[in-house]
């Protein structure tokens, strides 16, 4: 994919996520984490607590790395939580570069899911 692809495709994701939620602002990458994080958990839930957050931005992340073999789903915990195995390590190295992988990504997520939001 090319920058000006990323950069497009990125903003598609950003821009219908706006528009399905109503919202006024495009949202951020962490926004959209937890919103793919909720997305996996699948329970409908108006609240979470500062730790849960991060455990569904967390969640996101291994999900988005598990479609390119870097983690697989190993089921979900008494709470319904999904929990996920290291395959391989990743080697991104630099933040800009983790982050483009991660637009990546979210766009593929967006696009192959068919949700709400693509």
């Known amino acids: 994919m090319e920058d000006w692809e990323l950069d497009f495709g990125w903003l598609e994701v950003r821009t219908r996520i706006k528009e399905s939620l109503g919202h006024d602002a495009l949202p951020n990458m962490n926004a959209i984490l937890l919103l793919i994080g909720v997305q996996e958990l699948g329970q409908v839930r108006t609240t979470f607590s500062k730790e849960e957050k991060q455990d569904l931005m967390h969640i ?59």
């Open 60 to 118: 996101a992340v291994c999900h988005l790395l598990s479609l390119e073999g870097y983690y697989s789903f190993s089921g979900r915990d008494e709470d319904g939580w999904p929990h996920y195995e290291l395959i391989r390590i990743h080697d991104t190295t630099g933040l800009k570069t983790q982050e483009d992988w991660l637009k990546r990504l979210i766009i593929r997520y967006f696009r192959e899911s068919q949700s709400e939001f693509s």
